[in-house]
């Protein structure tokens, strides 16, 4: 599904998650940052990895798991789900917005032929330029959830095949596994938190999924230069 046309050519998102139940920070990759970063393409606001441990960061309930060091096995899942994809290596970056702890992250993507979505991206996909909620449905830009048949969504392609989203306006219900989210490429305020920012299949972004959680996919994000277009 094409979101952006712009100069560089079209930017689409897959319709299924190609790999599913894996975190976002695994506990091995978080702590192999040193070397995983610098294979994945991350860089960190101050030239070094973060300080801080896997445990320091924990939800209300008790989950463990940090963002400070970005979407370490996402990035490497994607990278291994895509390497054959007949498609030239992307050219772009993203940058973490600064958390309030004065960390951030930078994903090279020039070792890669797809991305992560963005928050931000989503964002700009449903025009909801301000981004300071911690979740949102797509469709009324609140917490409050429209009433929605299957395919009845505006943005139905955006959570399609996820576990039980046809309940909640997406086109196509993901039977099995129970997979209910995507990981976007995009921590909640990096630094002192266990939460990433995640397409969910009731229709929502929220950015209360913890990172070390494994009910969620990976779906690629392609840019194909117009001239390869083929009408």
Known sequence: YVYDVSDNGYTMILDHNTSNGIAWASQTDYENAESKAKELGIEYSNGTVPIGNYEDCKTSSGVTGCNYRGPLTALKTLKEDTKDWTIQNRTDSYTAAT???????????????????????????????????????????????????KGSSAYAWLYSNLHDCESHGCNVNLQSP??????????????????????????????????????????????????????
């Not at 992560?116 to 909620?133: F, G, H, M, Q, Y």
């Not at 129970?178 to 990096?190: E, M, P």
Request: aromatic content about 14%.
């Open 178 to 231: 129970a997979i209910l989210a995507y990981w976007t490429s995009t921590a909640a305020r990096v630094g002192g938190s266990s939460y990433a920012w995640v397409m969910c299949s009731h229709g929502y972004l929220t950015s209360y999924y913890d990172v070390a959680g494994t009910s969620r996919g990976i779906r690629p994000v392609v840019t194909v230069s117009k001239f390869d277009i083929i009408s």
């Open 99 to 149: 958390g309030s702890s004065g960390n951030s992250y930078t994903i090279d993507y020039s070792k890669y032929k797809a991305k992560l979505i963005s928050a931000e991206e989503v964002n700009n996909i449903v025009r909801k330029s301000d981004p300071t909620s911690y979740w949102y449905y797509l469709d009324s830009l609140d917490q409050n959830e429209p009433t929605r048949s």
